[in-house]
């Protein structure tokens, strides 16, 4: 009897037990984000955090949380325990890869974010000819249907401009801010960045107006001008700082992810070339800076430490 009694005791333990992990899975399954508040089965999972935090986050909100403490601080810290991070992106899987920076690494801030920009250029230029291929493909079929009524995804005047690749086409440039500064149709080709967001073509003007407008600390007169004259501006694909004419295609996503924590842009020759393989003659600045002082430079000013000395040009 008594073993039978410690039998049943058993049993009901183990049912128990179950039970508790059967609802830890249920409780695991609903849980939220701790930034936005939805569900993370909605938003793909929780982030693996690199660090001992418990806190969960869904892959939008950790990576929006760290590109705010880089552009507060010029550190990716996380945002429970702030402890530093460094970033990589695993381009065969398309996702960002977290690690916890070393206490004694001796490493530069700077490092891991030349190594991601890096990891991205080829990833970019895949997306730009995956691109200019379909801008291809969209201008043969309005060619197709020339002699019928034009369907609304593909107007006359951007089936007249966009060139075909490989250097055939009659306008390039008309093409090219005709493809991205229209708003997107169904079937209309876009411009990618690497993080996913839409590449628009915008005047170097215009790109550092909008930069200065989005710093955390208001703008010393005169500044905005004297930074026009050498704009700190550099293409992520050559890696050339741009002189204070021209355009510049930068991604609409901004500082707002941590995979260009200062922002993505690339300049119009790189994108003619590798969109549509038009080589086009050079507009950069003679006087470019190496890719990591052009980039510390524009940290520099997104974490509020510029220099308003006329030789550094901040």
Not at 73 to 83: F, I, T, V
Not at 198 to 212: G, N, W
Not at 217 to 226: A, C, F, K, R, Y
Request: overall charge negative.
């Amino acid at each position: 009897q008594a073993s039978s009694s410690l039998g049943e005791a058993m049993r009901a333990g183990e049912e128990c037990e179950g039970a508790l992990k059967a609802e830890g899975r249920e409780e695991d399954e609903q849980l939220d984000c701790a930034i936005c508040y939805e569900p993370l089965t909605a938003k793909g999972g929780a982030v693996p955090l690199p660090c001992e935090c418990r806190v969960v986050y869904c892959h939008h909100c950790w990576d929006r949380a760290l590109a705010a403490s880089f552009t507060a601080c010029g550190n990716a810290l996380c945002p429970s325990c702030r402890s530093p991070l460094c970033v990589e992106l695993d381009a065969r899987q398309g996702r960002l890869v977290f690690k916890k920076m070393p206490r004694c690494s001796g490493a530069d801030d700077s490092d891991w974010r030349l190594r991601v920009y890096e990891q991205a250029k080829p990833v970019q230029i895949r997306l730009l000819e995956e691109f200019g291929a379909e801008a291809a493909a969209a201008l043969a079929a309005s060619h197709i249907t020339d002699r019928e009524p034009r369907s609304e995804a593909m107007p006359s005047t951007e089936a007249a401009s966009c060139p075909e690749p490989n250097g055939r086409g009659t306008d390039s440039s008309t093409a090219a801010a005709a493809s991205a500064s229209c708003p997107p149709a169904d079937g209309t080709p876009v411009p990618r960045c690497v993080c996913g967001a839409r590449l628009t073509c915008t005047s170097i003007r215009q790109r550092v107006l909008d930069f200065m407008s989005e710093q955390p600390l208001p703008t010393p007169p005169g500044l905005v001008e004297q930074v026009l004259r050498r704009p700190p501006i550099n293409c992520d694909i050559c890696r050339r700082q741009l002189g204070p004419k021209g355009d510049v295609w930068t991604c609409e996503n901004g500082r707002r992810t941590v995979l260009h924590a200062v922002a993505y842009d690339v300049c119009h020759a790189c994108f003619q070339y590798h969109a549509y393989g038009i080589e086009a003659g050079s507009e950069l600045d003679e006087s470019a800076t190496s890719d990591e002082n052009s980039l510390n430079y524009e940290g520099e000013l997104c974490n509020g430490n510029s220099d308003s000395s006329e030789d550094s040009g901040w």
